[in-house]
Structures are given as structure tokens and as C-alpha cells.
């Protein structure tokens, strides 16, 4: 499988015992993509003149000569599948960690019901998404016929800004639960709701969203155990500056193994994400064809201002 | 409506007591077009967080806050209605003088029949339009089927230049009527034709042709009372470099009412334009392919060279 | 007829007298190509203002004026046809010497049998399809399903460099006959087979490839006359750095008269080179992307390598 991450070309494909790998996509000898070549056990055949490459990017095999040069090797990234996610690491292989990968147990635990996920590919930078992300106040204009029935801007946003997380928190109190919500929840009253928002840097945000019984717990104390819990987790992933792919799935902990409603759930996801990308899209095509200058900030930017900060601030750590 | 207008951004959009507005098409908050938003009362209001702006292109209100910091605003630009087309100023709105309009009555005057008019999207810079249009000797060769059947090369033009136009005329003695003049006019013998083709700076031309009786009337007076007279109003409208809306329309002084004669003339106009489109475009490509060295003027150009002239001008004295 | 070639626009038409001419594609006056134009006896007239031109390429008619200015004229490209391709020279008029065209005679002999050629349009670089002509290793990989079933690797290559040519001969001994060859050959035993690759600066490629009873010929004296021959002329034409005309054709000496067999050799190099033109446009769009740095040679290139330094060579001397 090919695809272009961080402007670079990367071919993806399986060793015998089922572990990924991850290789340039691009063969050291005529440039050909190895994409367009086979596997053959664990190695990867070029297409063109036949050479093959181990996992390690090593080329291993050049017919019609015995010696193989030294310089006759491709990149191998370091990868790493974890929560039915493939890490990758485009950067200096010898600074790969693979506890920067956040802890998304909820997509492999049986406690958790996952509903099925897919990718869209965007037109935009990623830190675009990252921002829609982070403010949930476009809910009311851009998803006025999915989401955004409800006006939950008067209730306010809490912005917290950690060393490599920024979270915005928003607690909706004492409202009747949305149509979903109230079907599954079966719930008496009004309920207490809660949008959890965690951006990690450079651009990994999780949201965790739920309701409980009105009253039933204490926010101040953060999401609770009680009542019903979702978790949104996505992972923009840079093609090249002004286009991503936008990897994204959805758990939860309540209708377990009813497939209706994982259905309903994708469904809606799909519709909410496919309207944020007309929006995404156009805007990124402005920011292209105008820059940044005249732009302003409002109150509701807080968190996403914080999270290109974090990121301003790890770019420029790099480049020392 | 969205329009890219020299390569600026514009959306327009009409109050609620009908006047028309043109406001810079991109938010000053995240850079979504207007355009994507919706009209509420005389506010546009932006498709992405809900902020909205006055026809003066102020922001007046932001979701979630009260303060709206000064720099809320995106440009607004002049505009008037007049003739029934709009005109807008791109330039500093300080210097914005609506007598610089063309005095285009026939267009809104009851003794006057208006041709249905519309618009053509070309891949263009605008003054190839104006050349064009200064230049009739090419109905010989790029309109043989519609309008070209004629040889009016024979009749030389003659070439005014006057300080903010100029103005290529031809007449026509003495000739039969072409067929729908002859229809239309019944004329008992030859005629007169005349083409007065006016161009003003920078490149709005009007075109007045008309027929009447051979010998009735006396070219050196210029067009006459007498007769058959037709308005062609034409505004190329810059979107970029290389591409231009061209609006245009027709007025007539006979056949008042008759339906099937504007029908007739819009159709013919339109495939004579469409002719124009082809020649037009594969003329911008080449000279983006090949700029203009190498190319030679020949006596028929006289016309245009002298728009050319007025233009450098007037452009230049922009820059001081 | 138009084409761009070496990124210059050029026109193609034929005299009335059947002979073949080659000019500049862009009017001198307002730069519309000649293309769109007509042929008028031995003229070509430019379909915008009616501008008239020569096979010299020298404005004989301007409409409405009988002075011509002498820098009306475009530029006239030598052409010659020969062994039915036209052969043009891009270059300095005064250095085009038709005995630099490559004595391409089976296309022009009644011992010949020509298969019906085509071109097709590649989007990559010239240079690339003599790597690929030169190289017949990858007949294994990528022409599996056509050409490359038989492992040929096993017999070495042999490159001569001559001062404009470079040839790639490969012998394989004593083994059984190709299904075609066997078809039409009725060889009773083993046969000898062999290709032989010339390239002539700067990118024509002719291979001559047969088959006859094994042991019947001697290799060391080169292609033999017994047995069956066919002929492969190939001509890339580079419209840009990124762009190719491919034209090619076949002869053979048998089967002479068999429009099956004819047909059959069509079908199979059309399917051959559709499969090369998906390998070499990826290749290209990969070293445009990212330019040649890292690539390696291997043993096989030598035929390939050797082209290069011999159109080097041209190239600079060229540039003096």
C-alpha cells in the first residue's frame, strides 16, 4: 500500500508472520515506487528490474550480479501497531519512542464497543482539523442539521494547558438528554453532559463525551463513572502541507454489541465529518490564495491558540 | 453570490430593501468565504463560527463575547446599481466616482428594446476582449458561418483618439442590407451600415451599428437619427491575469416588443461569441506559453494599440 | 496538424504538391496558433485576421494593407521525410544534415513486411525510454504476462560503444523456440536467438532480434542472414523535459503478406508498451518529486549508462 505522509512516499505492507512494515517507496536503483512491485515472504520486489528489499529497507537481492553495494538500500521508519492503529515514525529512527503513543486501550478492550472507523483525506492542513476539533461552537452553524440543534454556547468552555496536552473542558447541566442519549440511556429527568476535548501534541485529540443523570456527579472532579460514555479519537496525519488524512474512530460503553446503534453512530459521524470538510477545504484554499495577515482571534479560539502554541514551540525544539 | 474580481475575493449579497452589497469574500476570523454563510436581514453572517458583518463590512457580533475588538471587519467596496448592471470600485473607496459610468441609457429607457444578456467565463486577459471587439476584420475568418460572410474589409476604418477613449468607425455605403436588416427594415434599396465601436478607459465598449437608407443620411455627422440603430454594451470584468467575466448586452431601437427578433439576435450573438472563446483562449495560452516577442502590429490594429496606449497610461499614473 | 516538440509549438501541413512542412505554431502577428487556421494551396492562413504564410514561413498576405514588414515570418522547420517517418531538425537551420537520419530502409523495401505502427503519448522524460529499450532484464517484471515468461538473465549482455552508438547484444544458445518464432519458424530442433540494441545519438533505438536452427550462424560475426528477423525502430520525441512522442514500428522477413501475423506482432508490442508506459510514468513522477540523489547503478545499466555519457558528450559540445 503506498501513501505520501510528512511530503514523503511510504509503502506499507506485511511480513509473513502478519508484523507491518514500513519502507521509502521509492526503489534506490531507478526511482520506480515499490508499491508497484510484490511481497515475496517478508521481502518487497521492485516492479521494474526485480530487486528485493528486507523490512530493514536493505536491498538483499539484484539480479544478474552477486555483490549488492552498500549504498543499495532504501528508509525503513520505525511502526509500530498499538490499539489497531500503525504508529509511524517519520523522524530520526534513533529518537523513534514509542511512549509518545498515547494510551487508546479503549479500542482494544472488551469493555469497550468500537464502532467502525474510516479516513476521509482532506484538502488542509492538519492543524486545521485540530482546531475544528478543539471548538465545538461551530456545532451551531456548520452542523445546524446533524449536530447543532442545540445552543450549548452559553454554557462556557474551561481551556487547561499542560506540558504536551491542552484539554478544553464544557459541562452542560441539568438539560434533557439529546434524542440519542435519552433512547439509550433511558434516563428520568435532565442530565448532566460533558465534552472532554485533549489535544497531545502534535496533533493526537481525544474527546471524551457522556451524560449522567442530572445532579448524580460532581464535575469539579472531572468525567465520572457514572452514566454513559463516548470516546472520539483522531489522528490527523499530515500528506503534505495543505492536504491530510484524517484517521478518526468512535468506543463506547453503553448499547454493547448492539450493531444498530454502531451503525447510527458511523452514520452520523460521517455526515457531521463530511460537512466539515466543505468547510475545511475552502478554508485552507483562502488561506493558500490570502496568508494569515488580517486575521483575528475570538474568546472561543482559547483552546486552539494554546495547542499552536505547544506545537510552535516543539517545531522550533527540533530544528536546534 | 462568490466572485473573484481582479483577483480579490468578493461576495455579494442585496440588504433587505433590495440594495446590492459587495463585501470582501473571506472572514477576517478564520478566513471562510462569506459567501458560504447566509444573509440575515441586511448581515452576512460567516458559515464557520457565526460572526457577522454589516454592509459596511463591520463585524457587529461574535458568539460568546461581547467585546468585538476593532479589527473585526473585511472590506467593503463601492458599489452602484446603474442600467442595470452593477458596478463596482476595487480601488481606494476614497477615490471612488460614479461619473466614471458609461452613460448606458438604452439599457434602462422605455424607447429601447433590451436583448436578453449574459455572460461569458473566459480564460483570457481582458484586453485580448477589447482588441477583439476593436478589431471587426476578424468576422472574415473566425465568424465565416455566423457573421462573417460580408468582405467588409474594403471600407477602411478610421481611428479617433479622445483623452479617456477611442473610437474605430466604418461605414458602409451603398450596399444591400445584410438579412436581418433587410427583414426588419424593409428597405426598398441599398443602405447605409455603420459600426461605431467606442472603447473607454479602461475597457468598457460600447458598440453602435445601425442602418439606414443609402444617401439618407450624412456619415461625416456621424450616426444618424435615421434608421435602424443597435446597442452593444460590453464590460470585460477582470478576474485574474489570465481570466475575465465578459458581460455584455444589446439594446435595439426597432422590432420594440417582438420576441422572436430578441431571441434571433441573442442566439447569434451568443454563437459569435462562442467563436470569439475558442480564438480568445487558445490566444492567452500561447502568449502565457510565449510572451509577446516577436510579434508584429498590422494597420487594422490601429484601434486597439491606441486602448493599449490609454491603458499604459492610465495605469501608470495609478502607480504614483 | 499541430504538435509541441522540445517545447516548441509546431504546425505540420503538406503542400500542395504533397511535400511536408513544418512551422512555428504561432502567428507573428497576434500569436493565435497556425493550426487553427487553413491550408490554401501551398499557404497556411491563420484563422484569426487571415494572415497568410509560406512554407518559408514568410507573411506572403496581410488583410487591408499591401505592405508587408520583413519580420512578418515564422520559423521554418527543415523537414524530410524518409523510410516513411518525417524527420525534423529543431536546431539551427544551417547545420541540418539529413545524413545524420539512420538508414531506416526495411520500412521502405518490398522484402519487408511493415507492421502497422502508432505512437503513444508518455509522460516522462525521453531518456527514459532508451534506458528501457536498452534493458531488456525487465521483460521478467514487468512483462510478465506478455514478453517476459522465459528467463533470459541468464545470458550476459555484451555493450559496444561506438562514437554516436551504443549497442547491447545478447545471444541465447540452443534452447527451445519462443511460441511465435516456433509458430511461423517450424524450426525442427533448438534455436539461437538474439537482440541487438542500437541506440544512435541522441535517442533513436533500432533492434534487430531473430532466430535461426541452433548452431547454424556464428554469433561473433554479429546477426546472421539465415533464419527470421525482425525489426524494431523506435524514435522517442520529446515534446517537453516531461513528455514524450513515442513513435514506433516493426518489419520482419517472413511470413511476408500474413496480415494475421501482422496483426498479432501489433497487439503484442501495443500490450508490451502499455504496460512500460505505466512503469515509466510512475518512474518519472518520482524523480520529479525527488530528484536523482541515491539512486545506484547495477551491471545491467551498462548499455543504459553508456547513451548518457555519449548524449552528455552531445549536449555540451553543443552548447560551445
Not at 504536551?164 to 453532559?193: C, H, K, S, Y
Not at 460533558?194 to 481525544?206: R, Y
Amino acid at each position: 500500500m503506498a501513501r505520501t505522509l510528512l511530503c514523503e512516499p511510504v509503502v506499507l505492507f506485511r511480513r509473513e508472520d502478519g508484523g507491518a512494515v514500513a519502507l521509502e517507496d521509492r526503489c534506490c536503483h531507478r526511482a520506480l515506487p515499490l508499491s508497484m512491485g510484490k511481497v515475496i515472504g517478508d521481502r518487497l520486489q521492485c516492479g521494474y528490474h526485480g530487486l528485493e528489499f528486507n523490512p530493514a529497507g536493505e536491498c538483499v537481492k539484484i539480479p544478474g550480479q552477486d555483490m549488492i553495494p552498500p549504498d543499495a538500500k532504501v528508509k525503513s521508519y520505525p511502526l509500530v501497531e498499538r490499539w489497531k492503529w500503525l504508529w509511524i515514525w517519520m523522524g530520526d529512527p534513533a529518537l523513534a519512542d514509542d511512549r509518545l503513543i498515547p494510551n487508546w486501550w479503549w479500542f482494544d478492550h472488551p469493555e469497550w464497543e468500537l464502532v467502525k472507523g474510516k479516513y476521509l483525506k482532506l484538502g488542509c492542513n492538519y492543524q486545521l482539523i485540530t482546531d475544528n476539533l478543539l471548538d465545538l461552537s461551530h456545532l451551531a452553524y456548520v452542523h445546524l442539521n446533524t449536530l447543532g440543534t442545540t445552543d450549548i454556547s452559553e454554557f462556557p468552555i474551561k481551556t487547561d494547558r499542560e506540558k504536551d496536552m491542552v484539554r478544553m473542558t464544557r459541562w452542560i447541566i441539568d438539560r434533557p438528554a439529546p434524542p440519542m442519549f435519552q433512547t439509550l440511556g433511558n434516563f428520568e429527568g435532565t442530565v448532566d453532559r460533558w465534552q472532554i476535548v485533549e489535544t497531545f501534541s502534535p496533533c493526537l485529540t481525544q474527546i471524551r463525551a457522556g451524560a449522567c443523570d442530572a445532579g448524580s456527579c460532581n464535575p469539579d472532579l472531572g468525567e465520572p463513572g457514572e452514566g454513559m460514555h463516548i470516546r472520539s479519537l483522531n489522528a490527523p496525519t499530515p500528506e503534505t502541507e495543505t492536504s491530510t488524512y484524517y484517521f478518526f474512530g468512535h468506543a463506547r460503553d453503553f448499547a454493547m454489541g448492539n450493531k444498530e446503534v454502531s451503525d447510527d453512530l458511523f452514520r452520523m459521524v460521517s455526515q457531521t465529518f463530511d460537512e466539515d470538510v466543505v468547510i475545511l477545504e475552502a478554508q485552507q484554499k483562502m488561506l493558500t490564495d490570502w496568508p494569515e495577515n488580517g486575521l483575528i482571534d475570538i474568546n472561543l479560539d482559547a483552546p486552539g491558540i494554546a495547542v499552536r502554541r505547544m506545537l510552535a514551540r516543539d517545531i522550533e525544539a527540533e530544528q536546534v
